[in-house]
């Protein structure tokens, strides 16, 4: 059973629009989210974290938000880039444990010109 | 700065031959040792996990096994390969002190088993 969702596999977004990526979750334990930006052949890198506590949190273009309510939150980045191309990954960490993070599986964002 | 190192970057093996897949990790000490695999069309799935030498943490059962004989080496290895071990396998590792346990992967080595 998939704990954490991301129903969407694919996003096309044209270059400098706002490129929204959604995930939800199932398992009200969890306290702290990540998202992940994957190339083909290359191991994801960390973009950007939110904790249970908060609803938002920025770094430049990329911005997380948490509506824990719904168990819902989304990635938006502002102005999309040709090299934002890529997978991205939520992944979600229980407790604040040093168990693995649970992933969810993926949205291929593609940034048209 | 720390960087994660995985080798090979890409097997090709036969089915039901042995598997020996090493990790390293440099400019850090004690560190959190993770192996994620990612099947096609899957995200990524968690499948051991050390908090130290010799420690190591299943968290799905199958036909391989992990190993870390040192601080800073998590080795992923299995006796007989299957087709279903196809996939791409990803090391990472965190500092095990943050409450969001971000983690930092490698390059990943692609596995495919005929």
């Known amino acids: 059973d998939q704990q954490v969702k991301q129903n969407s596999p694919s996003l096309s977004v044209q270059e400098g629009r706002i490129s929204i990526l959604n995930c939800d979750y199932t398992?009200?334990?969890?306290?702290?989210f990540l998202w992940y930006k994957k190339y083909p052949a290359e191991g994801p890198t960390f973009l950007i974290s939110?904790?249970?506590?908060?609803d938002k949190n920025e770094d430049g273009r990329f911005t997380v938000f948490l509506n824990k309510s719904a168990k819902h939150l989304s990635l938006h980045i502002v102005p999309s880039q040709p090299g934002d191309s890529a997978v991205y990954f939520c992944?979600?960490?229980?407790?604040?444990?040093?168990?693995?993070?649970?992933f969810g599986k993926g949205t291929h964002l593609i940034i048209q010109p | 700065s720390q960087t994660i190192h995985q080798w090979p970057a890409t097997l090709v093996q036969p089915v039901g031959s042995p598997l020996s897949l090493e990790c390293t990790v440099e400019g850090t000490s004690n560190p959190n040792l993770y192996w994620y695999r990612q099947a096609a069309g899957r995200g990524l799935q968690l499948l051991f996990y050390s908090v130290g030498i010799g420690q190591i943490s299943s968290e799905v059962p199958q036909n391989l096994s992990a190993s870390r004989p040192q601080d800073r080496q998590f080795i992923l290895s299995s006796k007989k390969l299957l087709l279903s071990d196809s996939g791409f396998y990803l090391c990472?590792?965190?500092?095990?002190?943050?409450?969001?346990?971000?983690?930092?992967f490698g390059p990943g080595t692609r596995l495919t088993v005929l």
């Open positions: 939110i904790s249970s506590i908060k």
């Open positions: 990472a590792w965190s500092t095990g002190t943050s409450s969001y346990n971000e983690q930092f």
């Open positions: 992944a979600a960490n229980p407790g604040g444990g040093a168990d693995g993070l649970t």
């Open positions: 398992n009200s334990m969890f306290d702290y």
